[in-house]
């Protein structure tokens, strides 16, 4: 089996920048779609961001110009960048493995369907203080 594990995650003022880690271990997972997803306290899981395995890759429109998904095949890792930080970006962020859906697909997908996605990490906390 594919195991994910979250790193990266902590305390940082509105405007800062932290890069999310996902460590993946078991089969070959160069073919997967690599996403992360978060969830806010009282909130419902949502997508954030989303990659392929030749690199494309699709994102939320509430953080697109200031989030950027990577991922090195080598290294067997996913990684998310985020910058301009706000408040509301606060949330456990999770890192999720799937074999056949697109970066696209996920990020229309609703939210009962996040059931079906093939792998998940136990997640990483981000809080964005004002």
């Known amino acids: 089996q594919v195991q994910l594990v979250e790193s990266g995650g902590g305390l940082t003022q509105a405007g800062g920048s932290l890069r999310l880690s996902c460590a993946v271990s078991?089969?070959?997972?160069?073919?997967?779609?690599m996403a992360w997803f978060r969830q806010a306290p009282g909130k419902e899981r949502e997508f954030v961001a989303a990659?392929?395995?030749?690199?494309?890759?699709y994102y939320v429109d509430s953080v697109k110009g200031r989030f950027t998904i990577s991922r090195d095949n080598a290294k067997n890792a996913v990684y998310l960048q985020m910058n301009s930080l706000k408040p509301e970006d606060t949330a456990v962020y999770y890192c999720?493995?799937?074999?056949?859906?697109?970066?696209?697909?996920?990020?229309?997908?609703?939210?009962?369907?996040?059931?079906?996605?093939?792998?998940w990490g136990k997640g990483t906390l981000v809080t964005v203080s004002s």
């Open positions: 990659i392929n395995w030749s690199d494309g890759s």
């Open positions: 999720a493995a799937d074999r056949q859906t697109t970066p696209q697909a996920m990020g229309v997908m609703p939210d009962s369907g996040y059931s079906g996605i093939d792998y």
């Open positions: 078991g089969r070959t997972f160069w073919t997967y779609t």
